[in-house]
């Protein structure tokens, strides 16, 4: 079965030919019995790989394995994709939405952006969940125990509720986003004065718990706005800003091995990941015949890792041209083809220093460390205070939280280490869980991310041999040998959880 939204997607598209018509969206269940092929192929505009990889993210799929290739201005992306319980995409809706969302002039009437639900039950579009009615509290500080807690208390103080957000926390860092409403009725509630008031206040209660004199922080309070930016890309902004790629030695370079051209079984390398698994590496080169830059990146495989790569590219002002992913075993490998906005490579050994450590602050920002925690309630003002309380109370940090609504019920999604950033004892939890549970809360210890099909080790799909295999064609091109470059790195490849 073929879903088709504009004009069909051909898998051995020759990048340099000329194209004409509308950008188009395939959803195909015909080609692999494991995995759904969604095909995009689009005008090669500013950002726009970002926008789908950021949007198959916030449809709560799993992108398992991707080709990237663009020249001559246009864009053919190819993604293998599941829900997350690794079942194939079969709502007919899909590509149209796809479609809407990318390219607003598709919409009817020229209307406001499509939504959709997805296989989890999350209402989303193109920008992620609508907060265009909330304010928004952002900050980068100095990461410290009962932060969380310390700012949202001077929420509740000042008549204000956390409707959804997140914090991470990376090198010694912390960087948040809440989205904020206020319980107050009157207008005065809206007044600017009033948001500006709760930053000076937030901004006093971070100074107080500062150890460091003249440790750097950032704290900005602003009013309801339309078109914010999604809410994860702000905060890898927020954390670059902070500069928190600075902290820690340099990266490891990429064993070459996992990138070696020609057929190579994928076990061959097997014995060696445990050790390397653990350790973001990164290797940067230049093909000055060709002006790419060539990243070639290796780093535990885990879900939103596509989108964090191309999050940190995309923000460091790098267009990627050519891209492949997948993975070897528990071991995610990508490598992309880029240059600058302004056409450069990656030129001086500084330059190339600071991509890579963005790129594995980018990778570990997200880094599922600590004991991983679901608590739901019914919404209520007070909640992520009360909640984050009892964990100061109890000796316990978080090093990433996650807060979302789904119609009445606060849904909220944490990983704990201990104040000394040691592992959350049995009893400890218990003991939270029995705390909190007298607030109406309840709490559940997730073992492992729920949901998520097994690493797949599987060759190249058929339908896709042009692209990984040499072959005649009438004209060769860049992009031609690109694909083919790209394609035998892929035989190697299982799948990613992205």
Sequence with gaps: MKYV??????????????????PGVVIDNETREDCTLVKVDSVNRDGVLLEMVQMLTDLDLVISKTYISSDGGWLMDVFHVTDQIGRKLTDPSLPDFIQQALVPFHRPGNGPSP?????????????????????????????R???????????????????????????????????????????AALHPSRWARIERLVNAVVDARENVS????????????????????????LMHDDRDYEHGPAPTPVDEEHFAMGDRAATTALSALRALVAETRVTIDNWEEKGYAIVKMTSRDRPKLLFDTVCALTDM?????????????????????????????VDSNSERQKVSRCLVAAVERRASNGAKVEVR????????????????????????????????????????????????????????????GEMGISLDVVKEAPGWPPVRKTSVPAASATIGQDQERP???????????????????????S
């Excluded at 002002?317 to 490579?345: C, M, N, W």
Aim: aromatic share 8%; glycine share 10%; with cysteine.
């Design 5 to 22: 939204s504009g004009p069909y997607f051909e898998p051995d598209f020759d990048p340099v030919l000329d194209r004409f018509g509308t």
């Design 317 to 345: 002002q790098y267009v990627v041209f050519h891209a492949t992913a997948g993975s070897q075993g528990p071991l995610a490998i990508q490598e992309y083809y880029i240059r600058h906005k302004d056409g450069r490579t």
């Design 145 to 187: 125990p009962g932060l969380l807690s310390s700012i949202t208390q001077v929420l509740v103080d000042q008549g204000c509720h956390v409707a959804s957000g997140q914090a991470w926390t990376h090198s010694g860092r912390a960087a948040g986003v809440l989205y904020v409403t206020t319980t107050a009725a009157d207008a």
């Design 475 to 497: 004209r060769s091109s860049l992009g031609t040998l690109l694909w083919s470059h790209l394609g035998k790195i892929s035989n190697n490849f299982g799948y990613i959880r």
């Design 115 to 143: 939504r959709f639900t997805t296989c989890l039950g999350n209402v989303v579009g193109p920008g992620g969940p609508d907060v265009s009615d909330c304010a928004s509290l952002e900050f980068t500080v100095h990461d």
């Design 214 to 237: 003249g440790e750097r922080r950032w704290v900005c309070m602003s009013a309801p706005v339309q078109g914010r930016v999604h809410t994860e890309r702000r905060l890898h902004q």
């Design 377 to 436: 309630a019914a919404d209520r003002s007070g909640l992520l205070s009360d909640f984050t309380r009892i964990l100061r109370e109890h000796g316990m940090s978080l090093l990433r939280a996650e807060l979302k609504r789904r119609k009445e019920e606060a849904i909220g999604t944490f990983f704990l280490v201990t104040d000394s950033g040691g592992q959350v004892r049995p009893e400890a939890l218990r003991a939270v869980r029995t705390r909190v």
